[in-house]
C-alpha cells in the first residue's frame, strides 16, 4: 500500500510560478512510475504528466514547456514545478502511483492505482 500526501498549492498571478510536492510512503517508491492530474470545476480528471521509475517524463501538451515532473528517490517525494501559470490551469492537483514496478506510466487515470487527497491551485488573471 502506497500513501501519497500533496502539498505546495496556492492561489497565485497569471504568469506565477508554483512547486507542488507529492510524499510518498513505501520502499519501493524508486520503482513506481508517478503521475500528476488535475481536475477543474464540472471538468473530468485529466493527466498533466508523468515521470517513469528511471525518470523518464512525458507531459500534456497543455502544459509542455511551462511544467516539469521530478522526483527525489531518497526523499520519496516528486515534484510538479509550474511556471508561467495561467488562469485556465486552475484546479485540484492530484499525484498518483502506479503499483507496479519498473514501469514508464501512462496518461490514462485507470493505469495508476494509488491518488493522494489533491491540493488546490487557483491562478487569477
Known amino acids: 500500500q502506497v500513501q501519497l500526501v500533496e502539498s505546495g498549492g496556492g492561489l497565485v498571478q497569471a504568469g506565477d510560478s508554483l512547486r507542488l510536492s507529492c510524499a510518498a510512503s513505501g520502499r519501493t517508491f524508486s520503482r513506481h512510475a508517478m503521475a500528476w492530474f488535475r481536475q477543474a470545476p464540472g471538468k473530468e480528471r485529466e493527466f498533466v504528466a508523468r515521470?517513469?521509475?528511471?525518470?523518464?517524463?512525458y507531459y500534456a501538451d497543455s502544459v509542455k514547456g511551462r511544467f516539469t515532473i521530478s522526483r527525489d528517490n531518497a526523499k520519496n517525494t516528486v515534484y510538479l514545478q509550474m511556471n508561467s501559470l495561467k488562469p485556465e490551469d486552475t484546479a485540484v492537483y492530484y499525484c498518483?502511483?502506479?503499483?507496479?514496478?519498473?514501469?514508464?506510466?501512462?496518461?490514462?487515470?485507470?493505469?495508476?492505482?494509488?491518488w493522494g487527497q489533491g491540493t488546490q491551485v487557483t491562478v487569477s488573471s
Open positions: 515521470i517513469s521509475w528511471s525518470g523518464g517524463t
Open positions: 498518483a502511483a502506479d503499483q507496479n514496478l519498473y514501469r514508464n506510466g501512462g496518461a490514462q487515470r485507470y493505469e495508476y492505482d494509488y
